[in-house]
């Protein structure tokens, strides 16, 4: 964890270390020595086009490569599990060690990597998790803090008052929909009391179709505050927007999960004081490692086993938690805003 950290940042560190994922000892050399090279591992991102999944595949196959195993990255184009599945088919037919998967859909996966499973392809879940037995899921932050976050970094910009609108990625992505929860539990507190969340749209991470339900919203509330995006295709296509329509800016305020990379213009103009995200290179190299860790039968997938992740250290399958089953969680979000937006570690 190479982040700037900023106040939000480090308590969430703080709640992060103490449920104990990431191993605070030195000498996290671990099993590494123990994982088999030549392995084939598919990487199936939520679609091949999102840059944020582009990234992480990227960072998978860092990881795989100083292991010395391949990566293969195969999904659709468009964030279903339909787009998903001759993917794991293809895994399969390939012999492959395991799969890495950002679920489109919590469920609709299952039988496709049950049949994996029982070819003996090992199972990873990252980004995004899929509600089936037997995997491992990568998370990127502790899924509560996500999503309360976002809330609280909204409230604080618009004074806790008004109409609030979610800008989400597909209506069936996991990740989104538990941190969504997390907001409207977050906004159930009294604080937020005249904060009204108003609607939630889908742009399934689609640049186009989340300018149409964005444009949908905007004539829809015309008294709207503020929007939540916990999609970097979201964000950045509503930056853009309203960079380009900036009177809006008057009422309405920006914030959400985003890659430094593509809202740096839109921070350092005004257009969005800030917004979260952790560092997805890390994130597939993290998932890279479980990977071939289950793979090389270094880990089960059971609780409280350890790994190593390479540069990122050791880490711990933490218990099931939050909707999801056995877990491995990156590390907290950053909080990207004027201040650290040009620095070197947020340049991805
Ligand atoms: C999007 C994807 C991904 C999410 C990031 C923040 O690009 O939907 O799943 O984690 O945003």
């Known amino acids: 964890m190479k982040f700037r950290r900023s106040r939000l940042a480090v308590a969430a560190a703080t709640a992060v270390m103490a449920a104990g994922s990431l191993l605070a000892l030195p000498g996290t050399a671990g099993a590494a020595g123990t994982l088999k090279s030549g392995q084939t591992i598919y990487f199936i991102p939520k679609d091949t086009l999102n840059p944020y999944e582009v990234i992480a595949d990227k960072g998978g196959q860092m990881a795989l490569k100083a292991i010395g195993d391949k990566e293969v990255i195969s999904s659709g184009t468009v964030d279903t599990a339909a787009a998903q599945i001759p993917s794991i088919q293809a895994a399969i037919a390939a012999k492959a060690s395991a799969i890495v998967i950002a679920g489109n859909d919590p469920t609709a996966l299952c039988p496709s990597l049950a049949k994996a499973q029982a070819a003996g392809v090992k199972v990873v879940a990252f980004?995004?998790?899929?509600?089936?037995?037997?995997?491992?899921?990568?998370?990127?932050?502790?899924?509560?803090?996500?999503?309360?976050?976002?809330?609280?970094?909204?409230?604080?910009?618009?004074?806790?008052?008004?109409?609030?609108?979610?800008?989400?990625?597909?209506?069936?992505?996991?990740?989104?929909?538990?941190?969504?929860?997390?907001?409207?539990?977050?906004?159930?507190?009294?604080?937020?009391?005249?904060?009204?969340?108003?609607?939630?749209?889908?742009?399934?991470?689609?640049?186009?179709?989340?300018?149409?339900?964005?444009?949908?919203?905007?004539?829809?509330?015309?008294?709207?505050?503020?929007?939540?995006?916990?999609?970097?295709?979201?964000?950045s296509t509503a930056a853009q927007y309203l960079d380009t329509h900036k009177s809006l800016l008057k009422h309405l305020t920006l914030t959400g999960l985003g890659l430094p990379s593509q809202m740096k213009k839109y921070v350092l103009d005004g257009t969005c004081k800030e917004f979260e995200l952790w560092n997805p290179s890390n994130l597939g190299y993290l998932a890279g490692y479980a990977a071939a860790s289950l793979a090389s039968g270094v880990i089960t997938g059971a609780p409280g086993q350890t790994f190593s992740a390479g540069k990122l250290g050791g880490y711990k399958i933490l218990p099931p938690a939050a909707g999801t089953g056995p877990s491995v969680v990156l590390g907290p979000p950053t909080v990207f805003n004027k201040s650290n937006i040009n620095l070197p570690s947020s340049n991805f």
């Open 127 to 235: 980004d995004s998790d899929v509600n089936c037995p037997n995997h491992v899921f990568i998370n990127q932050a502790n899924t509560q803090q996500i999503g309360t976050s976002e809330v609280d970094l909204l409230g604080a910009e618009i004074g806790y008052q008004g109409q609030i609108a979610i800008l989400s990625a597909a209506a069936t992505a996991t990740n989104q929909n538990s941190w969504i929860k997390y907001m409207k539990k977050e906004l159930g507190l009294p604080k937020y009391s005249k904060m009204k969340l108003v609607s939630t749209v889908y742009g399934n991470d689609d640049p186009a179709t989340s300018l149409t339900v964005l444009q949908g919203l905007l004539s829809a509330y015309p008294n709207l505050r503020g929007i939540i995006s916990p999609t970097t295709v979201g964000i």
